[in-house]
């Protein structure tokens, strides 16, 4: 969640709109040094994302969406595959996938993507592919399904040897060095369906596996609908992508959901706590974001202008007054009263002649100097107004520096609000009472943004409670539970030494702490457990093959392409991070 290069303030933010400025694919060399060799090729095929390399890469080679686009009708179009699609949102009613869920259902696209990767990564080999093929499939892949893509890549394409692997067990085996005999808990969370993975001694326990149909495909398209129906000015704004967007960039997952639900309910917590998404829009001609913030600094100024003035007024009044006393004093020496001058000094509080006559010529400075500022008022600007000489308590409250670049515009007004409220007592039943305005005003930025609020812990919700959508099913930590609850006490305690988290969905903040915390509620008393997540829950899948495939056990892993002709499509290996292999009902093993 990049927030800092994301943020146009501290609390508003702008889309990124990814999915606008995609870069096609690029057309990679045959690598000399793969050429003629068994380099394994690893391909994660995945639901939302397909990741390609050799074995011998630092990193994937192709990244792409799982999307093709092919006009419909016509056969002569070419299709367009994940990232050489210049805008999904302009032909999403055009968009194929090859998968089903996650299980991959038309090979027909299926067969398109092959070829995208393979043209893309150079291979040059008369329609062949001459390296050793690692594919990953989802957990308890259909036997057709299997049997329907080894067919494809035998019989289309040539492979030497294929072998087939789970994602989320390639993952495991990545962050976990001894997951071959090990104990261990899988949940992997992708695109379209969550699974629990009890490992015992290193291999799936696929009786006691549960899936949940929830995955991060759910959240978005929650995210999409919440947002159009609380802004329907703004409907067509809204697309899938950018809702995708919002949910990995600002939604995270709550540690104790019903507690921060009712902290949501606080206006305080709620305007600290909310992000506003600023959608593009065209300004109006002549027309400025901040003349609003423009015209209520300008009325506030306005209005600490005539309190100075009045204020100002008021002390030359006093001092008027108290010179006409201190003349009336002198007046008594002219008429030789010279013990009622006396008196009179003692009374005000001078000791002598010298110190009333110059408290009088420093009272006619004063006088003069209240009175050319008020002559000269009119012609004063409402930017110089930290120049106006208010009373001492006054102005030791305006700000310093009004007006500099140090200073954002909210914080002036904020600063003008405050100094409003403390000279002037009626200025609350001022500020709600109906005031005149020059013109209207209208933010046309604000109507333009999109506030989300407690929909940054409800989405992500979902996963745990589906029933927030309308599914009826069990959540992550009731399914967890249950699975759990299927083994012996000794057996759960090995399981919950080693809770992995992987996949896209399971990278929303907070994730670890909330498995955590639930894994909490529903262990014995001072019972341990341990959670670990993945190191990078989107591409260890990937680096999980590549680091099998390189392994000298590996080799017992592959399908040649004459056990594929002996055995058929369906026929599968197991190892380490591979589904189980079951006989068909009527065939017999050889």
Same mark, same amino acid.
């Given at each position: 969640m990049a927030a800092e290069e994301y943020s146009e303030s501290s609390d508003t933010f702008r889309f990124r709109d990814g999915h606008l400025n995609r870069t096609p694919d690029k057309y990679h060399k045959y690598p000399e040094a793969v050429r003629g060799s068994d380099t394994p090729l690893i391909i994660d095929n995945g639901s939302c994302y397909c990741r390609v390399g050799w074995a011998s890469d630092p990193s994937p080679r192709l990244v792409f969406r799982s999307l093709i686009a092919r006009q419909r009708g016509k056969k002569d179009y070419e299709s367009q595959i994940g990232n050489d699609i210049p805008n999904v949102e302009t032909i999403r009613w055009l968009l194929k996938t090859q998968f089903d869920r996650d299980v991959v259902t038309n090979y027909d696209s299926q067969e398109l993507v092959f070829d995208h990767i393979f043209t893309h990564l150079g291979l040059d080999t008369e329609g062949a592919v001459t390296h050793p093929l690692v594919l990953t499939e989802t957990v308890c892949n259909p036997s057709y399904c299997r049997q329907l893509m080894?067919?494809?890549?035998?019989?289309?394409?040539?492979?030497?040897?294929?072998?087939?692997?789970?994602?989320?067990?390639?993952?495991?085996?990545?962050?976990?060095?001894?997951?071959?005999?090990?104990?261990?808990?899988?949940?992997?969370?992708?695109?379209?369906?969550?699974?629990?993975?009890?490992?015992?001694?290193?291999?799936?326990?696929?009786?006691?596996?549960?899936?949940?149909? %929830?995955?991060?495909?759910?959240?978005?398209?929650?995210?999409?609908?919440?947002?159009?129906?609380?802004?329907?000015?703004?409907?067509?704004?809204?697309?899938?992508?950018?809702?995708?967007?919002?949910?990995?960039?600002?939604?995270?997952?709550?540690?104790?959901?019903?507690?921060?639900?009712?902290?949501?309910?606080?206006?305080?917590?709620?305007?600290?706590? $909310?992000? &506003?998404?600023?959608?593009?829009?065209?300004?109006?001609?002549?027309?400025?974001?901040?003349?609003?913030?423009?015209?209520?600094?300008?009325?506030?100024?306005?209005?600490?202008? +005539?309190?100075?003035?009045?204020?100002?007024?008021?002390?030359?009044?006093?001092?008027?007054? &108290? $010179?006409?006393?201190?003349?009336?004093?002198?007046?008594?020496?002219?008429?030789?009263?010279?013990?009622?001058?006396?008196?009179?000094?003692?009374?005000?509080?001078?000791?002598?002649?010298?110190?009333?006559?110059?408290?009088?010529?420093?009272?006619?400075?004063?006088?003069?100097?209240?009175?050319?500022?008020?002559?000269?008022?009119?012609?004063?600007?409402?930017?110089?107004?930290?120049?106006?000489?208010?009373?001492? +308590?006054?102005?030791?409250?305006?700000?310093?520096?009004?007006?500099?670049?140090?200073?954002?515009?909210?914080?002036?007004?904020?600063?003008?609000?405050?100094?409003?409220?403390?000279?002037?007592?009626?200025?609350?039943?001022?500020?709600?009472?109906?005031?005149?305005?020059?013109? $209207?005003?209208?933010?046309?930025?604000?109507?333009?943004?999109?506030?989300?609020?407690?929909?940054?812990?409800?989405?992500?919700?979902?996963?745990?409670?589906?029933? %927030?959508?309308?599914?009826?099913?069990?959540?992550?930590?009731?399914?967890?539970?249950q699975v759990l609850r299927s083994y012996d006490s000794k057996t759960q305690d090995r399981l919950a030494q080693r809770v992995f988290l992987t996949g896209g969905n399971m990278m929303y903040p907070n994730m670890k702490d909330r498995i955590e915390t639930e894994l909490m509620a529903m262990r014995p008393f001072q019972s341990t457990f341990q959670v670990i997540p993945a190191g990078d829950p989107v591409l260890d899948a990937w680096h999980g093959a590549k680091k099998w495939s390189t392994t000298p056990s590996a080799n017992d892993g592959f399908v040649t392409r004459e056990e594929y002709l002996e055995k058929g499509g369906d026929y599968l290996k197991e190892h380490i991070a591979s589904n189980r292999c079951k006989t068909l009902p009527g065939v017999v093993e050889t």
């Open positions: 080894s067919e494809l890549l035998f019989e289309c394409y040539h492979v030497p040897k294929l072998a087939f692997g789970v994602a989320s067990l390639f993952s495991f085996y990545q962050n976990s060095p001894d997951s071959g005999t090990s104990d261990g808990l899988v949940l992997s969370s992708g695109y379209q369906t969550t699974h629990i993975l009890p490992m015992i001694q290193g291999k799936i326990d696929v009786t006691h596996s549960r899936r949940v149909n %929830i995955g991060g495909l759910h959240s978005a398209t929650f995210m999409h609908k919440l947002l159009q129906l609380k802004y329907p000015a703004h409907f067509a704004a809204i697309n899938l992508s950018r809702a995708e967007e919002l949910v990995n960039e600002h939604t995270y997952v709550s540690v104790d959901y019903n507690a921060e639900v009712n902290d949501w309910q606080s206006i305080p917590y709620c305007d600290k706590h $909310m992000h &506003r998404i600023q959608l593009p829009f065209t300004p109006l001609p002549g027309w400025s974001s901040e003349d609003k913030k423009q015209d209520k600094k300008q009325q506030q100024i306005k209005r600490l202008q +005539e309190i100075n003035a009045k204020r100002r007024e008021e002390r030359l009044a006093a001092e008027e007054d &108290r $010179m006409q006393q201190l003349k009336s004093v002198q007046e008594l020496l002219e008429d030789e009263d010279e013990e009622g001058y006396q008196r009179a000094l003692l009374e005000l509080g001078y000791s002598s002649g010298a110190e009333l006559q110059s408290m009088i010529d420093k009272l006619t400075a004063t006088i003069q100097k209240i009175k050319d500022k008020i002559s000269g008022v009119s012609s004063q600007s409402q930017q110089e107004l930290s120049q106006i000489d208010l009373s001492q +308590e006054t102005r030791s409250k305006i700000p310093d520096g009004e007006g500099g670049d140090n200073e954002s515009e909210k914080g002036k007004l904020c600063d003008l609000d405050l100094l409003l409220r403390d000279v002037d007592q009626d200025y609350d039943s001022k500020e709600t009472s109906p005031q005149p305005t020059p013109r $209207m005003t209208f933010d046309l930025a604000e109507y333009y943004q999109l506030q989300l609020g407690v929909e940054r812990i409800r989405i992500p919700e979902v996963l745990f409670q589906p029933s %927030i959508i309308g599914h009826d099913q069990a959540g992550l930590a009731e399914t967890l539970d």
